[in-house]
C-alpha cells in the first residue's frame, strides 16, 4: 500500500472527497511505511481532501473493550463514513502475517476453519466466504457491508505467498 500511495499522482484535488481507515491499526509496528494512519493521511494531503481516521488499536483485549471503542463518538463518525465508501484499495493478509499479533490458539483454530486470508479484519476461505471467527467479538473493524456496496474494491499485494489469499479474496468477489 505504501508503494500505492507513494506514487500516487493526481492531476487534481478533491476536496470533496473523504478517504476513511475502516480497521483499526496493528500494534507493534514500528515502519511508517505501514502505518495505516500515516498512508490514509498522505492520500488525503495530495488530494486536497478530508480524512477520518482511528485511534484504535485492530484487536481489542476482550468484547468489552471492543464495545467501549465502537462507542467512541470518533469511532462511530468514522464508521459511519465507511457506509459510504465507493472505492477501497486495500491488500490481503495471510496467516503468517498476523502470527504476531494473535496467540497461537487463534491462529489454529484459524486454519481449522480454513482461513487463507484476511482483509479489512474479516477472514476468509479459499472460496471467499467470511468466516465466523471468535476474533470477532475483538477486531476493531467497518461493517463487512463495504465488500457489498463499495463499487470498486482494488486490491495491491506481491509476492506469492500471498496467492491463496487472493485467490479467496477474488472468488468471493471481495475484490473485483
Known sequence: ????????????????????????????????????????????????CEYRCLLLPFVAESREQKEAFMARANTREVFECAKDINIFC????????WAGHL?????ASLKKQGAVGCIAGYFYDINGRLLRTSLDDRLIRADSGVFRTAQHRICVTSDHFKANALLGALRGGLIN
Open 103 to 107: 496467540e497461537t490458539k487463534e491462529i
Open 90 to 97: 486495500t491488500s490481503v493478509g495471510t496467516l503468517a502475517q
Open 1 to 48: 500500500m505504501h508503494g500505492v500511495v507513494k506514487n500516487l499522482d493526481p492531476r487534481h484535488l478533491i476536496p470533496d472527497m473523504k478517504v476513511v481507515q475502516i480497521a483499526g491499526s496493528l500494534e507493534g509496528i514500528t515502519n511508517p511505511l505501514y502505518d495505516e494512519l500515516d498512508l490514509v493521511r498522505k492520500v488525503a494531503q495530495l488530494y486536497g
